[in-house]
C-alpha cells in the first residue's frame, strides 16, 4: 500500500475540484502588477482575494525601504531569534509596533502562523485550560495541538457559552486562556469582544485577540478590534501578522504583562527558525510608519468593503452577517461554488474559493476581499460580475432583491 | 489494558451514557446509518474533522461536561466514547 493512501478521500476531492479546468488550488499569478490587478494564465484579473487590506505591497516608501536594506544587510540573516538573527531593525520593529500598540513589550516571529503557534503553546502549560472559539484559525487549533494544556472549543461568537464552560471548570486549577479572533477570515464577522472580556474579567482568565485580519482595519488608530470595541485594558495578549495589512510576511505579539519576554526562550516556533530577513523587517517597519501617520487607509478599507457588501446584498446574494473588508459569498453546494469561482475567473475577477473543512457549518463561500486602494468603479464591475455569474449559475433571481422588494411594496405583499 | 479502549463488557451506566451518544449522534448523520458499539465515530460515519468536534460540542452540552479535545485522541469507536463520557460525568460531580 502507498505511504499516501491515506490521502485517498482528498485525492478525490482534488480530482473534482479540477474538472472545471482550473484547480482553485493550483492559481498561479504570472504576474501582479499592483495590489489590485494581476495576470492569470494570461487573462488580466481583478484581484478581489489577497488580504491586502491596506494595498501596501507595492507602496513607493515600503519598496524603497526595502531595497536600500537588501542593499545594506544582505538577503537573509540565516540565524534564529535567538542566535546569530537578531538584527537592529528587528529590535526596533518591536519598539515600534509596541509603542503602535501602547503596550510595554512585542515579539516578531517569522510568519503569522508561527505568532500563534509560539504564543499559545508556550503560554498554555500542562495544567492550564485553553478556550477556544470554535471557528478559530488553523493555527489557532496548531497551536493547541503543540500545547500540553486541556483544550475546549465555545460556539462561535458566544460570550454566555464560553462563560458557561469556563464555570464547568468550577475550581479546578490551572490558568484559563481565552482566544479569539478580531475578524473571522470566512465570513469576516467580528468577535463580541466587550462580552469576551466581561467573561474574562469576571473568571479571572487571561484573553488572546488575533487581529490577523483587523489590524490596520478596525479602529481609529487601526489597532484593530480591539481598540474599535474599546476593550484594549482588558486584552492581555494581540497577535497579528505582517501578510495582510503590511503587506509582507511575518507575524508578532505585544502585551502589557510584566515578565512577557520570558517566551523568547520559550516559545519554541520562535527560537527554532530563521529570523525574518531584514529587507522584509524594513518594508514592515516603513508600512507600519505608514499607518501611523495616515488613518485614511484604515476609514478607506472600511468604505470599501461596505460598497462591495450592500452591493452584493441588494443583488441578492446571502452573505456574512456583517460588512467588513472581507465579504462572503454564500453558495448553495460545493459544485456550483467551483463553477462560480472558475466563471469569475474568467470574468477576469479572483476571489478565494473557501470549502469546507476550512468553512465554518460546513458552507461552500467565494470568499472576497477588498482592499484600501480599489476604486469605486472597480468594485462596481466586480458586483456586476459576480451578478452576472449569480444568475446565469441561478445563485440569484434575475430581478435585483431591491427590484423585488419595491414590486412587494407596490403590490402590498409582505416581505420575502 | 487502557481504561478507555479495552474491551470490558459495558456497565449499565456506560450503557445509558451510550443511548444518549448515540441519539445525539443522530441528528448529525444521515437517517438510517446504522450505528453499533463498534461504530468507528470518524472512519465509518464519513464524519470530517469539524463535524467530530461539534459532535462532541453537543456531548459536552448534553451531559454537562467538558470534553477536552486533547483528551479525545483515543477515542475510536461508539464503545471508547461511551466509557470516556462516563469518566468525565463522574468526576464533574
Redesign the interface.
Known amino acids: 500500500m502507498s505511504i499516501f493512501a491515506k490521502f485517498e478521500d482528498i485525492q478525490k476531492t482534488l480530482a473534482g475540484l479540477s474538472q472545471t479546468g482550473q484547480n482553485p488550488l493550483d492559481v498561479r499569478f504570472d504576474e501582479i502588477r499592483s495590489p489590485v490587478e494581476g495576470f492569470v494564465g494570461g487573462r488580466r484579473v481583478l484581484l478581489f482575494g489577497t488580504s491586502n487590506y491596506l494595498g501596501l505591497t507595492f507602496d513607493a516608501d515600503c519598496i524603497e525601504a526595502g531595497v536600500q536594506m537588501l542593499r545594506r544587510s544582505g538577503t537573509g540573516t540565516t540565524g534564529s531569534r535567538i542566535a546569530n538573527g537578531t538584527y537592529a531593525g528587528h529590535a526596533s520593529l518591536e519598539q515600534q509596533l509596541a509603542q503602535f500598540y501602547g503596550k510595554r513589550s512585542a515579539m516578531v516571529f517569522s510568519t503569522g502562523y508561527q505568532a500563534n503557534l509560539g504564543l499559545i503553546s508556550a503560554l498554555a502549560g500542562r495544567d492550564d ?1 485553553l478556550f477556544i472559539d ?1 471557528d478559530s484559525h488553523a493555527s489557532i487549533y496548531d497551536a ?2 503543540l500545547s500540553s ?5 465555545f ?1 462561535h461568537n458566544d460570550a454566555d457559552d464560553l462563560a458557561r ?1 469556563i464555570g ?2 468550577k475550581d479546578r486549577p490551572g490558568c484559563r486562556i481565552i482566544v479569539t479572533e478580531g475578524i473571522y477570515s470566512m465570513l469576516g464577522d467580528t468577535a463580541p469582544l466587550r462580552e469576551i472580556a466581561a467573561v474574562k474579567r469576571e473568571t479571572g482568565s487571561y484573553l488572546i485577540v488575533d487581529e490577523a485580519h483587523s489590524m490596520g482595519v478596525l479602529g481609529a488608530r487601526g489597532r484593530g478590534l480591539c481598540e474599535a470595541a474599546d476593550v484594549e485594558a482588558d486584552v492581555d495578549f494581540v497577535v497579528g501578522t505582517f501578510s495582510k495589512s503590511l503587506g509582507a510576511v511575518g507575524g508578532f505579539a505585544v502585551s502589557d504583562l510584566e515578565g512577557f519576554d520570558i517566551l523568547r526562550v520559550a516559545a519554541r516556533p520562535y527560537m527554532f527558525t530563521a529570523s525574518l530577513p531584514p529587507s522584509i523587517v524594513a518594508t514592515v517597519s516603513a508600512a507600519l510608519t505608514r499607518i501611523q501617520r495616515d488613518g485614511s487607509l484604515g476609514a478607506r478599507v472600511r468604505a470599501n468593503g461596505q460598497r462591495l457588501y450592500d452591493g452584493l446584498k441588494n443583488a441578492g446574494f446571502a452573505l456574512g452577517p456583517q460588512p467588513n473588508p472581507v465579504v462572503a459569498v454564500k453558495m448553495p453546494d460545493r459544485d456550483t461554488a467551483v463553477t462560480f469561482w472558475k466563471q469569475l475567473l474568467d470574468e477576469g475577477i479572483y476571489l478565494n474559493l473557501a470549502l ?2 476550512a468553512t465554518p457549518a ?1 458552507m461552500a463561500l467565494l470568499r472576497s476581499s477588498v482592499n484600501a486602494l480599489h476604486t469605486d468603479e472597480q468594485i462596481d464591475c466586480a458586483i456586476a460580475a459576480i451578478s452576472r455569474v449569480g444568475m446565469r449559475l441561478g445563485v440569484i433571481n434575475a430581478a435585483p432583491a431591491k427590484q423585488r422588494a419595491e414590486r412587494a411594496e407596490k403590490l402590498a405583499l409582505p416581505a420575502e | 489494558m487502557h481504561p478507555i479502549t479495552g474491551w470490558g463488557k459495558l456497565t449499565q451506566r456506560q450503557e445509558a451514557i451510550r443511548a444518549q451518544i448515540i441519539e445525539v449522534l443522530g441528528a448529525m448523520i444521515p437517517a438510517g446509518v446504522p450505528v453499533s458499539d463498534k461504530t468507528r465515530i470518524a472512519r465509518d460515519l464519513g464524519l470530517d474533522s469539524v463535524a467530530i468536534m461539534d459532535f462532541v460540542m453537543e456531548l459536552e452540552e448534553r451531559f454537562d461536561i467538558l470534553i477536552p479535545l486533547d483528551q479525545i485522541a483515543d477515542v475510536e469507536t461508539i464503545r471508547d466514547l461511551s466509557k470516556a463520557v462516563e469518566v468525565l460525568v463522574r468526576d464533574a460531580a
Open positions: 485550560h470554535a493547541c495541538r494544556a486541556e483544550i475546549i472549543r460556539r464552560r464547568r471548570l469546507p473543512p460546513s
